[in-house]
């Protein structure tokens, strides 16, 4: 099984294709904020260096690029970005760090443990990736299996089968790759990646349509054209929606923790999908915000409900 590559970059006085220096406001936890997009401390698609920046490869319409944050004097964050899709993806930057999020509006008053949650994590925002296909296989691979083992399968899918960042990145940074090799990925390597029959032909049906699921659309129409696809249902088109366009009002319906959550941190007691959604109403739309922080604030507080999600089969 492959390790996570070392963070060591191979130039970290680099200056990239094209570079940008944004702003960030001092209440802005872009570490944070940032690091939720990134599906374990091994995922080859991003990297972080001991100088604190943070590196992610990413593909673009133009072509694959390679993005690292780092900050610049003033609390501003220094942009450098290399590869043909380098211009595509220093567009994205804004959203990725969270500047794109608007929270003006959100009613934490209206019950005290959200008001909590988001006094202890007030500088995480919802993050915008942009990286809408390499969402949707992650989403996927995640359906009905313990996280880590679904980070596991990215994890072995990319650093396998996926291309080398362009650029002086760190060793091992990989951009995930393109719908058309998933769909002819052989079915023993979906195997060995400990990912079943229905899943891994989740990906490949979604993966003959995904010229269609750009990061252009409005969060209801792309989730409307995933539902097209067999295998995909709302939790997953919420998983989307939330991490590659910035959704701040997805619910991930069919969650096997998520109403439980909701429920005990409200009202102190489990809830299912309907009393989630029922909780959740006064914050509509901001409910992606409100799962968020209460996720932050409480998920490590909150008793054991119910069976675990079924293990993957392991890795060989």
Do not use: N
């Amino acid at each position: 099984m492959p390790t996570a590559p070392p963070l060591v970059p191979a130039d970290p006085a680099a200056t990239g294709d094209l570079h940008a220096v944004l702003p960030v406001p001092p209440d802005v936890d872009v570490a944070r904020t940032v690091g939720r997009l990134r599906r374990g401390p091994g995922d080859p698609t991003w990297a972080r260096s001991p100088d604190g920046s943070v590196w992610h490869a990413v593909r673009r319409p133009a072509g694959t690029a390679t993005v690292r944050l780092r900050r610049a004097g003033g609390g501003d964050v220094r942009a450098d970005a290399w590869g043909a899709g380098a211009r595509q993806a220093l567009a994205d930057v804004p959203g990725l760090l969270g500047l794109l999020d608007d929270c003006r509006g959100f009613p934490d008053h209206l019950h005290p443990a959200v008001a909590h949650a988001r006094r202890a994590h007030a500088g995480v925002r919802l993050a915008r990736s942009g990286d809408v296909w390499e969402t949707v296989v992650t989403a996927v691979l995640e359906q009905r299996v313990v996280a880590a083992d679904a980070k596991a399968s990215w994890r072995r899918l990319v650093a396998t089968h996926g291309a080398p960042a362009p650029g002086p990145v760190p060793a091992g940074l990989r951009v995930a790759p393109p719908p058309a090799d998933w769909v002819a990925m052989p079915v023993w390597e979906w195997r060995r990646a400990g990912v079943d029959a229905q899943r891994s032909d989740t990906v490949r049906r979604a993966a003959q349509v995904a010229h269609a699921f750009t990061a252009a659309l409005t969060p209801d129409e792309l989730g409307r054209r995933l539902l097209t696809v067999r295998g995909i249902g709302p939790w997953t088109v919420a998983e989307v929606t939330s991490r590659a366009l910035g959704d701040a009002d997805a619910v991930s319906v069919g969650d096997a923790h998520l109403p439980h959550l909701v429920g005990w941190a409200l009202t102190g007691r489990r809830a299912d999908d309907a009393g989630m959604l029922r909780l959740l109403e006064p914050w509509r739309g901001h409910r992606q915000r409100v799962l968020v922080l209460l996720e932050l604030a409480y998920r490590a507080r909150m008793p054991a409900y119910g069976p675990r999600a079924p293990r993957a089969a392991p890795l060989r």
